[in-house]
């Protein structure tokens, strides 16, 4: 499955910006999608991961660093998987990849990016005033 990253830029701190993420082919709905990205000389970090939960928008898991500011979702309609940026920092600035795991992921493996089969390209995101 090829990925489609976009949404990235640059934003002031406090700014706000949105990722979108479409699979080249429609994943099922039991799959886990989630957010990691990378800094400069930094290993690559999970964001955010979705989870199906049998109804409604599915379960939601966020990093600690972006917790309360960062949400992500997903149109199971559209087959895509977004990322809201709020109240963005210098700290967010790395690079945005969306991952497609090969089945639904338990809570305990949902944060490794060992546990995805298919990456997009990246999305540059870069928060400076």
């Known amino acids: 499955v090829q990925l489609q990253a976009s949404g990235g830029g640059l934003v002031q701190p406090g700014g706000s910006l949105r990722l979108s993420c479409a699979p080249s082919?429609?994943?099922?709905?039991?799959?886990?999608l989630a957010w990691f990205r990378q800094a400069p000389g930094k290993e690559r970090e999970f964001v955010a991961a979705?989870?199906?939960?049998?109804?409604?928008?599915?379960?939601?898991f966020y990093g600690d660093s972006v917790k309360g500011r960062f949400t992500i979702s997903r149109d199971y309609a559209k087959n895509t998987v977004d990322l809201q940026m709020n109240s963005l920092k210098s700290e967010d600035t790395a690079v945005h990849y969306c991952?497609?795991?090969?089945?639904?992921?338990?809570?305990?493996?949902?944060?490794?990016?060992?546990?995805?089969?298919?990456w997009g390209q990246g999305t540059l995101v870069t928060v400076s005033s």
């Open positions: 991952a497609v795991a090969p089945r639904g992921l338990i809570l305990s493996t949902l944060r490794s990016p060992h546990e995805y089969d298919d």
């Open positions: 082919r429609r994943t099922a709905s039991t799959q886990t």
């Open positions: 979705i989870r199906w939960s049998g109804g409604g928008g599915g379960n939601r």
